[in-house]
């Protein structure tokens, strides 16, 4: 079965500090898809970074870097120097290869930074 | 850059009445989606559409929903009798590969049922 899981639903953090949200998946599938996606207040889905399983080499992105681990099968994202536009709904998302094309998502981590 | 649009961006319907949603992916996308995120809840997959046919749907994509590809540039999603609990924003998405690419969502269309 395909599941995301995102434990963490509600992270409050203050300005500048450096804050991680879990993703943690499960998939039978041997090439499959890791997303991250933003989610403002304006409600519209944002897409911020795509993993494919066959790479593990973590990605930085200015203030972003993103930490995928297969052996414990997580895609953790890192917000460096959080700032109060950090603030957002943050969905990981898994798309598999063999098992056809639907994206699971997780239940999403409601991130406030606080000023 | 392109990009997914979606009108209306709010409706208001009366529950028993009939809804139609519209899209307009991108233009070079081949795999189309319906999402919906009931408020403050995760966002659920309803239905994928490839080749001109739903290729995948979930148990929520009842027989109160259809989905349809008029003119090669539209993509609709109609609700046939609306009920209290389809009150939800609902995302189109589009992609270029089948697991691939990322999806790229529209920016939701919110539907009250009173």
């Known amino acids: 079965a395909q599941k995301v899981t995102q434990a963490q639903t509600e992270i409050s953090v203050v300005e500048k500090e450096d804050v991680t949200l879990d993703c943690v998946y499960e998939?039978?599938?041997?090439?499959?898809?890791l997303f991250w996606y933003k989610q403002p207040p304006s409600g519209e889905l944002v897409f911020l970074i795509r993993?494919?399983?066959?790479?593990?080499q973590n990605e930085i992105s200015g203030r972003y870097s993103w930490n995928f681990q297969k052996s414990t099968s997580s895609f953790n994202f890192t917000i460096t120097a959080s700032q109060v536009v950090d603030s957002a709904v943050y969905f990981c998302a898994l798309s598999g290869g063999n098992t056809g094309n639907q994206f699971y998502f997780g239940t999403g981590t409601s991130l406030t930074v606080i000023p | 850059e392109p990009e997914v649009t979606q009108t209306p961006s709010h409706q208001v319907t009366q529950m028993g009445q009939e809804v139609i949603l519209r899209c307009v992916p991108i233009s070079n996308h081949l795999y189309f989606y319906w999402y919906r995120q009931i408020l403050g809840q995760k966002v659920e997959f309803l239905v994928s559409f490839y080749n001109n046919e739903i290729s995948e749907k979930s148990e929520i994509f009842d027989d109160q929903f259809s989905v349809e590809r008029p003119d090669g540039s539209n993509f609709t999603l109609k609700i046939r009798s609306t009920k209290l609990e389809d009150s939800a924003m609902y995302f189109c998405?589009?992609?270029?590969?089948?697991?691939?690419?990322?999806?790229?969502f529209g920016e939701g269309s919110r539907l009250t049922v009173l």
């Open positions: 998939t039978r599938d041997t090439t499959y898809y």
């Open positions: 993993r494919n399983s066959f790479d593990e």
């Open positions: 998405a589009s992609r270029t590969g089948m697991s691939t690419g990322e999806l790229f």
